[in-house]
């Protein structure tokens, strides 16, 4: 199992080899994304990075990825520059031999994530999942929601059976019975919840749930003024959305492929703004890093510390 948390060069000649040919120069800024990256979204509609980037010499192309730890795959692959991911990814690919560098954090937002089981279950706990399967996407923030809130209900992560899954096939192994409960991210969370799903814990005291900018330190050391232009555009959505998260869901309904109050919803309860990191923060993933070490789950031990960037 340890094995398979490497990052092989095959990735880099198989799957992503499209992407490598695309973003090998210098003056293309690659961003990696996912559907709950709703400031990235947003800047892709509308068209603003483009706009700032191209008087410095710069052209944008866009990735969407399912969930970290494949874009993860990608940027160490060179497939992308500019990667956004929960608080585990990184430490998966720092494990794994990846140059990360911690470029920027979300704030805290736990309510963005959760440990859903089907409208008919009657599993109500935490603790009640005791020999249960458990869907998760492998190396996610909800891979590490699920192992703390597991460890904070008085039983051990091999408790669980976890079963490990990308938020697609996740929720068909979920909506079948395939699986007992499911630890998953909004939107996924919100498109759930609308289907019957039942919380049974959220990551309120659990974790605190950040969101990451991350690039390969070679990159972001030569590139850094695209990256600060990036992160002002991110901080002025960010900015923008709290007093107007409908209009966002509006806008963004199409491009995510979700109804607009399914995505209202999930704006609703989450937090908005960005960050340069902090010590506290790194001190929170040396927590995630130690956490998955201990549980055998990273092959060797990680100094967070490292990653950081200024």
Do not use: C
């Amino acid at each position: 199992m340890k094995r398979r948390l490497l990052l092989t060069a095959s990735l880099a000649a198989g799957a992503f080899a499209p992407y490598i040919a695309r973003a090998a120069t210098k003056g293309t800024l690659k961003i990696g994304y996912q559907r709950s990256s709703t400031a990235l979204v947003l800047l892709k509609s509308r068209g603003w990075l483009e706009t700032k980037l191209a008087p410095i010499g710069y052209d944008v192309t866009w990735a969407l990825f399912p969930s970290g730890p494949p874009m993860l795959e990608a940027l160490n692959a060179g497939a992308v520059n500019l990667a956004f991911t929960g608080e585990t990814p990184p430490i998966f690919a720092q494990a794994a031999g990846t140059p990360v560098v911690y470029v920027a954090n979300s704030v805290p937002h736990p309510h963005g994530e959760a440990i859903l089981v089907p409208a008919a279950s009657n599993i109500s706990t935490v603790a009640a999942l005791k020999g249960k399967k458990v869907a998760v996407a492998k190396g996610s923030s909800a891979n590490y929601l699920l192992v703390s809130a597991v460890e904070k209900a008085g039983l051990s992560f091999s408790d669980i059976t976890s079963v490990y899954l990308q938020p697609p096939d996740a929720r068909a192994a979920f909506q079948s019975g395939d699986v007992d409960a499911w630890a998953i991210w909004d939107p996924f969370y919100a498109a759930a919840e609308q289907a019957g799903a039942k919380k049974i814990t959220d990551a309120t005291g659990i974790v605190p749930n950040h969101d990451f900018y991350l690039s390969r330190r070679d990159f972001a050391t030569a590139n850094h003024n695209a990256l600060d232009t990036v992160i002002s555009q991110i901080e002025a959505i960010e900015t923008w959305l709290p007093n107007n998260r409908a209009a966002a869901a509006t806008e963004l309904a199409p491009s995510i492929g979700l109804p607009q109050p399914l995505l209202l919803h999930s704006f609703e309860r989450s937090s908005y703004g960005v960050a340069k990191i902090s010590a506290a923060v790194l001190q929170d993933q040396q927590k995630v890093a130690d956490t998955f070490y201990k549980l055998g789950l990273i092959p060797s031990p990680v100094t967070v510390a490292t990653a950081a960037w200024s």
